[in-house]
Every structure is written in structure tokens, then in C-alpha cells.
């Protein structure tokens, strides 16, 4: 700090002591960079990029989205909804103590197919106002319980089905708990279709998620059943139902698959669906919805894609004429008073 | 640290006033008691006494931190930030049950932002200890049992030491002069590391130590002091073979103060290290922040309350939603959530509480509004920023080797908001180094040559064209380097004086007597090379030694100074003969800022007693006798045309003094001098001023202070980009003025505004002593002028097609008056009307006070510049400082935040450095926000279809690498290397330099029009991307999307919009900018890929997602695409509606670059300003005043 400062002011300062003090020199480097003169592009946002932006972008957009369009309306789906058709008339009044009683609820539904439906056919139940997000929901679950027996007693997330008697239960926690259990049985002309239910769950969770070697026990024995059982004798990766409805959903309207039908549904076929109707949506109002579809390559139906990209585009080309207009009608003028008063308020972005 | 020490010395005054009533004797009997307990065994420190004391050693540490605390220490300087804290807290919070997200992923972003901090600070500390490390173990020659000097270290040095310091040497501690290589003890010092002042001191050893054999045997016992800051007290005794001797300032040498033109001094160590006076006065000088750090705090309150507000309304549906979850009767409604047995979280029986607990996860969820890396981002990127300002070459200064340096570096984007620079003039417009132009003797004008500011007031007036004296100057420039004869400081000519000519004068005996005043009367001390035989001076300023210098080379040669004499090589007029005429030195009668004046008393071969005197002409004109008036009125008149011509000038007298009434006062002065109390200057002063009367006028000498290079070029910049510039100089009114003219900081049709207490009627009451009622006629004097000046720059500027430039002109008398409460007002209100603004005569104090009065007057942002000691305060006190590293000293620099070497850097350095700097930090800020709240409001849409439970839409791994890892480099990029325009436009459109004046880069409209597009940038994110992936299948093979595959779209449609936001903001796209911006992206996937192949117990719900399920799936990338570009087709459009419509200044010359370039004929419109600019420049002016008028 103290040292190296200036010398007294008189004659001596300034002292040109040449070549020697040249080479410690405390002249910065030159480089583009320390001077920052690096190469670089300028973008600027001229009426000709404006124009040809927004241009480019719906010439893009709007074939995109007719291709996302065609493809949903590729896909054929029949969606019903039953919650409330299966309840007998007389039980509507008190849904949840119909749901809640015992007996069998059996409940008979029929589809018609409006156009031809080729296989693989998938099945779905759509579940409308049910968290499977909420938080003490997501988090009611041993990852490490479902993967290796060696674990079977991590069940601290799984409050309160985490234990019966002190015995562990596996699979412990509500998702497992809450299993979905209405079950669809589909018939065509009076010949049942077969409804494949292996191969709906994601091979990862198959081969990691679940162990194989984890058996359920103490399943639904608790004071309080919630939904489906499971077969003590199949392990858990076996248990394609249970790892699908264990796939959280994102949204309250969710859909899970049931099965995939591998036959091709003719064009006015009425497929009969014999189904139990077990699980209680009627507490918490929520819909039950059995949803047959096909896929196409971007999945199954949904116009929503296609339209947003037709409006983005559309507007982008709307924007690129309008802009277009706009620089031809009102050029920049140079001493525009219009001009001034906008840039009164010097401002914005 | 002025500031501080100012402080301190007053208190020291209240002190002494208020326990020992001066006088020398009640002084020292304080001595061992309380205050006074020090006791030092001279040459004897293994005294078992003297062990007992135990006085710590010599070695310094100005590190913040040990190795020992410097974990709690930096820690707890890192909690003292607000949001810090916040995160701390969330940190903690994340271990209960009430967190949406592991511990471990809170707490790694945390750890690492803090553990960067911390890191920086260690690095700094490194540096400061190894500057310690090389203070410490410097050596110093040291008494030794073995009674021989040997060499010890600094830091081993004991209290009782005796040691030797030699020429050029720093003193290593603070020392008792025992002797020195001059016979009667005396030495010089220089302090310019205690107060920034050049000039040599002189030190004198006690009578009785001042023998060198003595300290051989040297056993004496300082009874003194405790230590204390005090600079310039000292109370002590030497107890030295049964007598006790007083001991004073005088004789004590500092640390860090510097032994010169004395080849060695002997010293006794008395206070040691961290005793030292220098080290008691080391304090912290003021941090400053940056408006727009200050701003940014705003910001983060706001975003504060965002945060509660977002997660108030989320706990208050959460609470409602939990509530109905168990009707009355008991039953469940949302039974899958097994309300009947439930923590108090989820409780519907206890809804409050679980709302209440849900606000505090809630609180933590959309802790991503608040952006955790913003101030270590921006640290990082305001060290990068100064490391480009110190590599810049084109503010290097060759001659003195000097790049520019920023010494801190969170003032940089300050630097693009000065709105007034108070600048001083000497060595800082000017160049310091004085050169004796001419002179005026005998009422005769002496002196040929012309001026800088001659030359530059004539080329203002037309009367030269620019290529003559363009040429002119350039031509006598290569005459000057041409001539080997040119000598530093002298730039005299005049055929009747020079070559001894001078006999041949009319009066030539006055003339010799002018000359022998100025070879005489100063404190300068002769350096005489041995080989060469040249003689050199070392000078207290510049001024004194232009002066011996011009009466060398006139034949009156000072060679030596003793303590007693001073001997010249003098040319006999008679004989023309050399001669060598030895003058016995009496008295100096020293210079100091209120006397305004030196003298010396000397005795001379004749034996007659001569006073010499040279002074200011305000104080000497009053002091002449009635027979030395008789050039009064010429001299005069020369004065003024000097001061005119840009000159300093000083009077100089001489008189004769019988020895009667020397002895008389002798007696009186001595006794002055002698006192030891703190009326003692005063009463110097006092008697001085009973022997500098009756002088005998001789004449007057002009000197040049050259204006630096590039100085009015550089004015005239800064003021085309609307930075006002005020000038607070020393100087006589009409040197400013002339100055302020030859700097074009006044121009030709400027109106100028005096405003002065020269009238005739406030002398007549000054010559009736009655200072009352000069106190009032002035006040009314001054408030009338103000008042007048005020209705001139308010009836023109209502005109505002031709608005009329006012120059403000004050003096320093006025300004006292000015800076009285009653008045700061109104002066402030004209001095903004005005363009310029130079005040004269002003003491530091003032151009402190004149700063604050600006900076909190205006709540603009005001910067100072100064070279010297005395503009320590203004650096100070101005919201930037920045000093010359000049000539006088390091003291302005070590108080600045930015050093440079020569004042016209400072075009660059604002409007190009300060320039891009406010850019990339407004930007920057903006840009964080945008990120963290288009990120944050996405949490927030998707709680809205998550029953606000708390559960966060991203797995917690991608959220807390979001600021860290896929968004942080390229904001750094932005922050350190966007440039809206090259430097060179920069400096060719000063104008663009308003945008940091008028904040319009970082005004509210802009910052919430950044939250603005934040904000809509989530919405379309989130509902585009859930109403794209709803419940249908999004592959071919029927799977739907769960939480995972939502999450993970989303969140890479988040990364891919930030970043692309960025690449369409940023002006500048180098190799760098890329690399980062699709890095970033990059990183992203890759992290996906790396983190989902980890086991599922550690990535849950990454596992796999991106291979598997989310890659293969076209679904996915189209909504990632249209996602993407919806989120940015807003910006995108305001942006182009902006530049249609209002276009901001750099929008509109990067567009005039463009189709200039386009038109690619080298047309000569290179120095005209684009038509739009000239528009845009009339509306800002416009702007400006409106604003005035505002305040």
C-alpha cells in the first residue's frame, strides 16, 4: 500500500527513465477481448426482420398445426361417462351411501363405435376432480418398500396405511391404497373382447420401480378399505394396475390405461361394457369416465395443439401484415411532431 | 479517512479544551496517569521493567478475517443481507415436514452461492495479508546488545528499540528522533502517506540526544502518551539522566511517512504496530452502493410481497379446500386423503393451523420469485466489469505508466448515471506543473510568450483559424523538443531580461531585488547532482519551485540550504561577475492556506536584516507601506491581465527591518513558537502578521498551470452528453473564469451569472471592521443576486427553442454565504439552471459541502474528481469519487473509487465504461427478475390445479439447479459483455450517455414491464403446455402424461424461453454469448439425461423420463416448440412496436450504423449527428428543464 507512491512534486516527477521501466510496463495487454472488440452480430430489429420473422414463424406454425389437427382427427374415441348412470334411479338421491353399501354394482353400458377403430384399441378410465397431486398424496409412498423386500419396513412416508398391527403393509401409503377398482368387462355381439391388461405400465417402473421379488401383504387390511386388492402371489412389477394408478397424474382430470383391446372395432359395432362400479368418486364430486381411443403419432385426440399453432401462426401473419402496413402506410417520419409527443415519456423496454 | 480524522482532530481540540487547560506544563504532568501510562526503556527493551509492560510487537495485520474466524466472520456478513437471510430460514424450515422440497436441494444452491461469496472474500483477505507480509518483513537496521547496527525485520522491532533508518526509507514505526546525519538532529519527512501532503517536513532531535555518540550508551525513559490517533499531538517526556526533558510533535517520526534528503536518522521505537498513529487512524473509508443496488432492494421488497400475497391467497384456498375435506357429519369428502387421520397439515379439523403451517411451505415454494444467485451474479459480473476497465489501453497513460484502476467495484454502473461531475481544476484539468511565464516588475510587464488559454480564448473569438494555430502550437511544440535547452518549469523568454540583459533595465536594482526574493524566499531544499553538477529542487509545490527554477536561469542560482543560510551563485550587476552570497536565514514565516502568504527574515552579506515576502494579492496589496506603493496601480493591472490569461500570480514585496524592532519582535515570535498549547498557532499567525507590514511593492510573477491534454475536448463531450460540470478550484475568479474558458466549460454566448462580495459598499463596511453587519450586508448582497439570477435563467428558459446557456461564476466568500441554510436552496435551484458552474476560492471544506449540497440537494448522482489532499472530502462525500493519480500524492487516490491518470479518461470512462456498465447492470436485473418470476409464477399456476397443497410441479433437483446451472452464465455474459453500441459510437453520440442519467433503462415502467412479461411468460408456458398434454394419450402407444412428463415439459419449455429471452434482448452476440445461451440448454438435457439415469430412489420422478418416455414422444417437442415461441412472441412484438414507434436513442444510431454501412460510400456525414439524434437531443433538452422545473 505504502510502498511504489508518487514521487515529490518538483523537478524529479515525472522522470523519463526510458527503456529499462518500458518492460514492467503496466500497459494492459492488448486483446480483442480485454478491449472487448470481440467479433460479434448485431442483431437489430429492422422492419425487414420484423416482417420476415413473423413470417417465417406462421409459414411455420400454420402447417404444423393443420398436421397436429389431422392427427387428432385421425384419432377415433368414444368417451363415457358413467358415474351417475350406474347408479340405480332409486340410490341417486344418496350416492355415497349407495357406493359405500355392500352388494354387487354391477352396472351395464353400451358403446356404439362411430367409425372404424383400428387395433390396438387402448382403454382408459378418465378420474375428473381427483388430486393425485395433493401433496400428503404424492408423498404417501416408500420408493424403497416397492423395490426390494430388504425395505419392507420404510413405511415412515405412508401415514396413516402404513402399518396394520405393526405389521408393515406393501404396497404401504394412500396412492397404493386408493387403488382404482371398477373393472370393465367388454363384449361385441355377445362375444367378449378380450382386453389385454399386460404391457400398460411403463418398462422402467416395471424393471426398477417395482421389484419382483416384493409381495403385497397386509394389503387393504386396515380398519378402512380404500380401493382395489392385490394378489399376495404376484409380485409387485407384475401388478401392471397397481404400478399405472402409481404413475401420479399431473392434473386433477387424469387418465390411466385399463387395457388395450389388439382387435379392430368396426364402424357401427355396439361394444357392450359390463362394468363394476366400485370406486367412490361421489364423495369429492368427481366424474368417472370409461375412454375408448386409438392413437395416431402424436397420441391420442386433442384439437388443442393444432388450433394453438393455427392461432400463433395466425397471428404472427396478421402481426407480419400488419407491420407491413404500417412501415409502407406511416414511415418513421424524420420531425414527425406525432412522433415527439410519443417519445415524450422516454420509457418502456 | 479524512473525513474520520477530521473528526477526531476536532474532538482531540474539545478534549485538551476540556481537561488540561493549555499550557505546556499542566500538558506534561499528565504524564502517568490515565491516557498518558506509556513508558519506554530507551535501548533497553530486555529491561525485566520494560518485558513487564509487555507492549505488543510490531507486526501489523489489516486482514478482515484469521484463519481462525474468518468461517463465523464471513458467514455472518453473508446473513446480513435480507434475502440471505430468507434463505437461511428456508434452509431450516426445509428439514420439517412443511417443506415441498428435500433439505438437500435447498440447501446445495444456498451453500454454493454463499460458498462463492465467501471464496471472493478470502481471496481479497490473501491479498491484503500478503501486503502485510511484505510490510512486516522489511528490514530495518536495529541497535544490537553486541552495540553495532545489524538488520532485523519489521515485525520483530520492540518498544525501546533503536534503530536506524536511512534515506528514502519508510519508518517502521512510529520514533522518537534521537539523532540524525545532520549535525544539530534535524531531518526531513515526507507524509504523503499519512495526509497526502508532498511538501518536506522538518523534524528536530532534542539538544541532548542530537550528539551521535550519545545514543551509544543511550539510556533514557519516555514517559508518554497512550496511543491515540492524533496526527499531529504528542505529549511526553524523556527522563535522561536525572533531568526530564519535554518532548513534542516535533520530534516525533510516524510510520509510513518517509525519511528524506537526510542520509540517516537514529530513533527509539515508542509505539509499535497497531500503537502506531497511522494504524490508529486506519478506518474504513465509506462504502457506497450504487443507486441501482439501492433500487434493486426495492425490487426485491416488492417481490417480497408478491411472495405473501401468492402465497397468502394459495393458503387461503388451501385452508378452504382443507376444511371441506370432512363435512359436519363426519364424513370424508376427498377420502383417498384420508382426512380422519391426518397431521395438523392437512387437518380439516384444525383448517387455521394447516393454513397457517401451509403459508410457511408456501413462503419456501415460491421462494424461486426470489432470485438467490442475483448478488453473487452480480458481484461476479461487477469484478469482470472493473477488470475490463482496468485492461483498457485507451485509458493507459504512457508517461506516467499508469492504467486506470477501479478500486471498487460496485460503483461501475454509477458510472453511467452522472448526472453533475464536480471536478477541481489544478492537477485535474490542469497539469500541476507550473511553468514561470512571465512577470511584472517595476511596474514593467515582462514575459513574450503566450499562453494555452490566450491561444485557446482566441480561437474561441474566431480571431485565429483553427489550422494556424493547430500549426502555430505544433511548430512551437517541436521547437520546444527541438531546444535541449527547454527546462522543466521555466517557459520564460524576454530579450530584456534574459542572458543577465536585465542590468540594462531602467530599474534594474528592483529587478534584481525581485529575483533575489524569489531565490530566497521559499522552503525549497537544493539537490545537487554530483556528477553533472546540476542542481535540482525538491519543492512544497510546484509553484516554489517554478520560481527558483526561473531565478536560476536568470542568474540568481540557489545551491545550498543550511539550517541557518542559504547561499546563492548571484551575477554582480556592477561587475557582471559571479559571486557567491551567503544570507543568514532568521525566521521563515511559513505559508498556510489562511495566511495566504510566506516571508522569510534574513540577514543579508551587508548585515542588514531584509524581510522577503510573496503572497497572494489579496492580502499583500493591504499590507504595503505608503512609500512601496509606487507600481501599485500598473501591477495591478498586470495582475489582472494575468489571472486573465489563465495565470497564477503572487505578489512580491520586500522590507527592511531595523534591529531594534526585529529584536522586539524576535522575542514575541519565539515565544509564540515555543508554546506548546493550542492557541500556539494562532499566536504565531499573530506575530507574523505584526512584522509582514510596510512592505515595499517589487511586483508580481504570472505562472502557467498547463491544462491537460484532451481537457476542453473531453469537457465538451461530457457536456453534449448532458453531464453538468461544476469546477471547484482555489483559484482567483478570474483565472477560473479564463480557465473555465480555455476548457470550454464556458463558451462564446454563454450568459454568465457573477455572482461576487467584491462591491464597493461591503468594502467600506469591511474597512469600518464591523464584521456584523459585513455579515448581513453580504447575506442580502448574495440573496439579491441569487434572486436576480434566478429571474434571468427563468425568463429565457421559458423560450425553449433557443434555450440560452448560463455559466454560474461564485466566489468563495459568496459561497459561505451561499451555503448557509437559509440559502442553499436558491443557490442550488440557479446553479441547476445553469450549464456550468465554477466556484472559486473554495476551501475543501466547501467543495464538501458543495458536493453534498448537490448530491442530496438533486438526489442525482454526482461524482467527484480531484488530484489532492484537499479534494479527499469531496471524493468522499460525491456518490463516486474518482482521483487523479497525479503529482500531488496518492491521498486522492487511495480515497477514490476510480483512479485514472489523466482527466480526459474520464470521457471514457463514463460514457463508454459507465456507459455499457449501467446497460448490462439495468439489463441484467431486469432480465433476473423476468427469469425467476416466469419460473416462480409457474409453481404457482400449476398449485392452483394442485388444490394448492404444496406440491411443486418440477421434480426439487431441476428447480434448484435453475438458477445455478441453466440460467446463470449467460446472464453473467449479459452483465459482462453486452454492448449496445461500440465504443467508438459510444464516444462519437454522447447523448446515448442520458439514458443512464434519466434512468430510463431501469425506471419502474420498465422493471414492472419486465414482471409484466415474466409473468405472461408463465401463463402461456403453463396453460399452453397443460391444455397441449391433457389427459389423452401422447404417444403412439397410449400412455398418458403424468406428473413427471408434465414437469419436465414444462420445465424445459421455462429453460428454453429464458434463454431464448436472452438471445433476443442482447445486442451483442459473440462466440461467448452463444456458447453460453445453448450451453445452458444443453446442460440442461444433459443433466436430464445424467440425473434420470441415476436409481430411482435418488431421482424419483427424473428416472428415466427424458430417454424414455418424454424423448420419443413428437407431442412433447411440438409443445416445447409452440411453447417456446408463444412465450416469446410478446416481447418479440412490443419490442418491434418500440422501435417503430419510440426507439430509443441506441436503437436509433444502430440503425443509422446499419444503413449508413449499407449505403457503403464513405460519405464525409461521419461528424454530423443522424437527424434522428438531433430530434431526439432537442426533445431530451426539453425533457431536462421540464424535469428541472420539476425539482
Known amino acids: 500500500m505504502s510502498s511504489n507512491t508518487a514521487s515529490s512534486s518538483a523537478g524529479a516527477a515525472g522522470s523519463v527513465d526510458s527503456s529499462a521501466a518500458r518492460k514492467n510496463s503496466k500497459r494492459p495487454k492488448y486483446s480483442k477481448f480485454t478491449q472487448q472488440e470481440l467479433p460479434a452480430c448485431k442483431p437489430i430489429l429492422t422492419p425487414g426482420w420484423v416482417i420476415s420473422t413473423f413470417l417465417i414463424v406462421s409459414v411455420i406454425f400454420i402447417p404444423l398445426g393443420v398436421i397436429s389437427l389431422f392427427a387428432s382427427q385421425d384419432v377415433v374415441e368414444i368417451v363415457d361417462r358413467y358415474d351417475t348412470e350406474c347408479i340405480p334411479a332409486p340410490a341417486r338421491t344418496n350416492k355415497i351411501a349407495y357406493i359405500q353399501g355392500g352388494g354387487d354394482k354391477v352396472c351395464t353400458r353400451d358403446l356404439k363405435v362411430p367409425k372404424r377403430m383400428k387395433q390396438p384399441v387402448y382403454v382408459y378410465y378418465q378420474l375428473e376432480n381427483f388430486y393425485q397431486n395433493h401433496r400428503r398424496y404424492v408423498k404417501s409412498r416408500s420408493d424403497s418398500q416397492l423395490r426390494s423386500p430388504k425395505y419392507e419396513n420404510q413405511i415412515s412416508a405412508c401415514k396413516p396405511e402404513d402399518d396394520v398391527g405393526g405389521q408393515p403393509i406393501v404396497p404401504c401409503g394412500l396412492i397404493a391404497w386408493s387403488l382404482f377398482n371398477d373393472t370393465y368387462a367388454l363384449s361385441r355381439n355377445n362375444v367378449s373382447l378380450a382386453v389385454n391388461k399386460k404391457g400398460i405400465a411403463w418398462k422402467s417402473d416395471k424393471e426398477h420401480k417395482f421389484g419382483n421379488k416384493v409381495f403385497p401383504k397386509n394389503f387393504q387390511k386396515g380398519n378402512l378399505t380404500g380401493g382395489a386388492t392385490l394378489d399376495p402371489k404376484i409380485p409387485l412389477s407384475e401388478q401392471e394396475d397397481l404400478i399405472v394408478w402409481m404413475r401420479t397424474a399431473a392434473l386433477p382430470t387424469f387418465r390411466k390405461l385399463y387395457g388395450k383391446i389388439e382387435s379392430d372395432l368396426e364402424m357401427g359395432d355396439t361394444i357392450h361394457v359390463t362394468l363394476k362400479n366400485n370406486y367412490n368418486t361421489y364423495s369429492f364430486n368427481g366424474k368417472k369416465k370409461l375412454v375408448l381411443s386409438t392413437t395416431s403419432w402424436l397420441g391420442g385426440k386433442n384439437d388443442f395443439l393444432g388450433i394453438a399453432y393455427l392461432t400463433v401462426g395466425g397471428v404472427c401473419f396478421f402481426l407480419a401484415l400488419a407491420f407491413t402496413i404500417m412501415y409502407l402506410v406511416k414511415p418513421r417520419r424524420l420531425g414527425d411532431p406525432s412522433y415527439l409527443s410519443w417519445n415524450r415519456n422516454p420509457g418502456g423496454r | ?1191
Not at chain 2, 397431521?343 to 394447516?354: G, I
Not at chain 2, 450568459?751 to 453580504?778: C, F, H, P, R, Y
Not at chain 2, 400449476?942 to 439447479?961: Q, R
Request: proline residues 3%.
Open chain 2, 1 to 1191: 479517512m479524512a473525513g474520520e480524522k477530521r473528526i477526531g482532530m476536532k474532538l482531540s481540540k474539545l478534549y485538551s479544551f476540556k481537561c488540561f487547560k493549555p499550557s505546556s506544563r499542566e500538558d506534561h504532568s499528565q504524564i502517568g496517569s490515565r491516557g498518558y501510562s506509556r513508558v519506554v526503556f530507551c535501548n533497553d527493551p530486555d529491561n525485566p521493567e520494560a518485558l513487564q509492560l509487555n507492549y505488543k510487537g510490531n507486526y501489523v495485520s489489516t486482514t478482515k478475517y484469521t484463519a481462525a474466524n474468518f468461517i463465523p466472520k464471513s458467514l455472518f456478513e453473508q446473513f446480513r443481507r435480507v434475502a440471505n437471510i430468507y434463505f437461511l430460514v428456508v434452509a431450516f424450515v426445509s428439514f420439517s415436514p412443511l417443506a415441498p422440497y428435500t433439505a438437500p436441494s435447498v440447501l446445495a444452491p444456498l451453500l454454493i452461492v454463499i460458498g462463492a461469496t465467501m471464496v471472493k472474500e478470502g481471496v481479497e483477505d490473501l491479498r491484503r495479508r500478503k501486503q502485510d507480509v511484505e510490510a512486516n518483513n522489511r528490514r530495518v537496521e536495529v541497535y544490537g546488545k553486541n552495540r553495532t547496527f545489524g538488520e532485523t525485520k519489521w515485525k520483530n522491532l520492540r518498544v525501546g528499540d533503536v534503530v536506524k533508518v536511512n534515506k528514502d526509507e519508510y519508518f517502521p514505526a512510529d520514533l522518537l528522533l534521537l539523532s540524525s546525519s545532520y549535525e544539530d538532529g534535524i531531518c526531513y519527512v515526507e507524509t504523503m502517506n499519512l495526509d497526502g501532503e508532498t511538501n518536506l517536513k522538518l523534524k528536530h532531535a532534542l539538544e541532548i540526544t542530537s550528539d551521535e555518540e550519545s545514543i551509544k550508551n543511550f539510556r533514557g525513559v519516555i514517559k508518554c502518551e497512550d496511543p491515540n490517533e492524533h496526527l499531529y499531538s504528542f505529549v511526553g517526556t524523556l527522563h535522561f539522566e536525572g533531568k526530564q526533558y519535554p518532548l513534542s510533535p516535533q520530534q516525533i517520526l510516524l510510520r509510513d511517512s518517509k525519511l528524506k534528503n537526510t542520509d540517516y536518522v537514529h530513533g527509539v521505537v515508542v509505539f509499535t504496530g497497531h500503537d502506531t498513529k497511522v494504524m490508529q487512524n486506519a478506518t474504513d473509508p465509506p462504502s457506497k452502493r450504487s443507486k441501482i443496488e439501492k433500487k434493486m432492494d426495492q425490487i426485491i421488497y416488492i417481490l417480497f410481497s408478491i411472495l405473501i400475497v401468492i402465497s397468502f391467497a394459495g393458503s387461503l384456498f388451501f385452508g378452504i379446500a382443507t376444511r371441506r375435506d370432512m363435512s359436519d357429519n363426519g364424513k370424508m369428502r376427498r377420502w383417498y386423503l384420508r382426512p380422519d387421520e391426518t397431521t395438523v397439515f392437512f387437518d380439516p379439523q384444525r383448517a387455521v393451523a394447516a393454513a397457517f403451517f401451509h403459508f410457511l411451505t408456501a413462503l419456501m415454494l415460491y421462494g424461486y420469485l426470489i432470485p438467490i444467485s442475483l448478488y453473487v451474479s452480480i458481484e461476479v459480473v461487477k469484478v469482470l466489469q472493473s477488470i475490463f476497465i482496468n485492461q483498457d489501453q485507451e485509458m493507459y497513460h504512457e508517461e506516467t505508466d499508469r492504467p486506470a484502476r477501479a478500486r471498487t467495484s460496485n460503483l461501475n454502473e454509477e458510472l453511467g448515471q452522472v448526472d453533475t461531475i464536480l471536478s477541481d481544476k489544478t492537477g485535474t484539468l490542469t497539469c500541476n506543473s507550473m511553468e514561470f511565464v512571465k512577470c511584472s516588475i517595476a511596474g514593467t510587464a515582462y514575459g513574450r510568450g503566450m499562453t494555452e488559454v490566450e491561444i485557446a480564448l482566441r480561437k474561441q473569438k474566431g480571431l485565429v483559424p483553427q489550422e494556424e494555430v493547430g500549426d502555430d502550437s505544433l511548430s512551437m511544440k517541436e521547437k520546444k523538443a527541438n531546444s535541449k535547452k527547454s527546462v522543466k518549469g521555466f517557459n520564460f523568454w524576454d530579450e530584456r531580461i534574459v542572458d543577465g540583459q536585465w542590468i540594462h533595465q531602467p530599474h534594474a536594482e528592483l529587478i534584481q531585488k525581485f529575483f533575489r526574493v524569489l531565490a530566497i524566499c521559499h522552503t525549497a531544499i537544493p539537490d545537487v547532482n554530483s556528477d553533472t553538477g546540476e542542481i535540482t529542487y525538491e519543492a512544497e509545490s510546484p509553484d516554489e519551485a517554478a520560481f527558483v527554477i526561473a531565478s536560476r536561469e536568470l542568474g540568481f542560482e540557489f545551491f545550498t540550504r543550511s539550517q541557518t543560510s542559504i547561499s546563492l551563485h548571484e551575477i554582480d550587476h556592477t561587475t557582471g561577475e559571479k559571486v557567491d552570497r551567503v544570507y543568514e536565514l532568521l525566521h521563515v514565516l511559513e505559508f498556510s492556506s489562511s495566511r495566504k502568504r510566506m516571508s522569510v527574515i534574513v540577514r543579508n552579506p551587508e548585515n542588514r536584516l531584509l524581510l522577503l515576502s510573496k503572497g497572494a494579492d489579496s492580502v499583500m496589496f493591504e499590507r504595503l507601506a505608503k512609500h512601496g506603493r509606487q507600481n501599485e496601480k500598473e501591477t495591478k493591472e498586470h495582475i489582472k491581465k494575468y489571472a486573465e490569461a489563465g495565470l497564477r500570480t503572487l505578489v512580491i514585496t520586500y522590507r527592511e527591518i531595523d534591529e531594534d524592532e526585529y529584536r522586539i519582535w524576535e522575542e514575541e515570535f519565539i515565544n509564540a513558537k515555543t508554546l506548546v498549547t493550542e492557541e500556539r498557532d494562532d499566536l504565531i499567525d499573530a506575530a507574523a502578521d505584526k512584522i509582514e507590514k510596510d512592505l515595499i511593492l517589487l511586483g508580481s510573477t504570472a505562472v502557467e498551470d498547463k491544462l491537460q491534454k484532451g481537457v476542453p475536448d473531453c469537457i465538451e463531450k461530457l457536456s453534449q452528453a448532458g453531464v453538468k460540470i461544476w469546477v471547484l478550484t482555489g483559484d482567483k475568479t478570474e483565472t477560473a473564469i479564463n480557465i473555465g474558458y480555455a476548457c470550454s466549460l464556458l463558451r462564446e454566448g454563454m450568459k454568465k451569472i457573477l455572482i461576487t462580495l467584491d462591491s464597493s459598499d461591503i468594502e467600506a463596511l469591511e474597512k469600518q471592521g464591523d464584521k456584523d453587519a459585513v455579515a448581513k450586508a453580504s447575506f442580502q448582497s448574495i440573496k439579491k443576486q441569487l434572486r436576480e439570477g434566478m429571474l434571468q435563467a427563468a425568463a429565457t428558459t421559458d423560450d425553449s427553442d433557443n434555450p440560452e446557456m448560463f455559466g454560474l461564476v461564485i466566489d468563495g466568500k459568496s459561497l459561505t454565504f451561499a451555503l448557509d441554510t437559509k440559502l442553499e436552496k436558491e443557490f442550488l435551484e440557479l446553479a441547476i439552471r445553469c450549464n456550468s458552474v465554477i466556484c472559486c476560492r473554495s476551501s475543501p471544506k466547501q467543495k464538501a459541502l458543495v458536493t453534498r449540497l448537490v448530491k442530496n440537494g438533486t438526489g442525482r448522482t454526482t461524482l467527484a474528481i480531484g488530484d489532492g489532499a484537499n479534494d479527499v472530502g469531496m471524493l468522499q462525500e460525491a456518490d463516486i469519487g474518482v482521483g487523479i493519480s497525479g503529482a500531488e500524492g496518492m491521498q486522492a487516490v487511495m480515497a477514490s473509487d476510480f483512479a485514472i491518470a489523466q482527466f480526459r479518461f474520464l470521457e471514457r470512462l463514463l460514457l463508454v465504461h459507465g456507459h455499457w456498465c449501467y446497460r448490462r447492470i439495468a439489463l441484467m436485473i431486469c432480465y433476473f427478475f423476468y427469469k425467476n418470476l416466469t419460473f416462480g409464477f409457474t409453481l404457482f399456476w400449476y398449485e392452483a390445479y394442485a388444490s394448492f397443497s404444496g406440491k411443486p410441479a418440477y421434480n426439487d433437483w431441476y428447480m434448484s439447479c435453475f438458477n445455478v446451472f441453466f440460467t446463470s452464465l449467460p446472464v453473467i455474459a449479459l452483465g459482462v459483455f453486452d454492448q449496445d453500441v461500440s465504443a467508438r459510437l459510444c464516444l462519437k453520440y454522447p447523448l446515448l450517455y442520458q439514458e443512464g442519467v434519466q434512468n430510463i433503462l431501469f425506471s419502474w415502467e420498465r422493471i414492472l414491464g419486465w414482471m409484466l412479461n415474466g409473468i405472461i411468460s408463465s401463463m402461456i408456458i403453463f396453460f399452453l403446455t397443460i391444455n397441449a398434454m391433457s389427459a389423452q394419450a401422447f404417444r403412439k402407444d397410449g400412455q398418458v402424461v403424468d406428473y413427471s412428463i408434465l414437469g419436465v415439459t414444462m420445465y424445459s419449455s421455462v429453460v428454453w424461453t429464458v434463454n431464448c429471452q436472452m438471445a433476443i434482448s442482447i445486442n451483442y452476440f459473440t462466440w461467448i454469448q452463444h456458447c453460453f445461451i445453448w450451453g445452458s440448454i444443453g446442460v440442461w438435457y444433459l443433466f436430464l439425461v445424467i440425473y434420470g439415469s441415476l436409481p430411482p430412489t435418488f431421482s424419483t420422478t427424473a428416472y428415466q423420463v427424458f430417454v424414455e418416455t418424454s424423448a420419443p414422444s413428437q407431442i412433447c417437442w411440438l409443445t416445447l416448440f409452440l411453447v417456446t415461441f408463444s412465450a416469446l412472441l410478446p416481447y418479440f412484438t412490443y419490442r418491434a412496436f418500440q422501435i417503430k414507434f419510440r426507439p430509443m436513442y441506441h436503437d436509433i444510431i444502430v440503425e443509422q450504423r446499419r444503413t449508413e454501412r449499407a449505403e457503403t460510400a464513405p460519405r464525409g456525414v461521419l461528424g454530423e449527428l443522424p437527424v434522428q439524434v438531433e430530434f431526439t437531443l432537442h426533445h431530451l433538452r426539453a425533457n431536462l428543464s421540464r424535469r428541472d422545473s420539476w425539482n
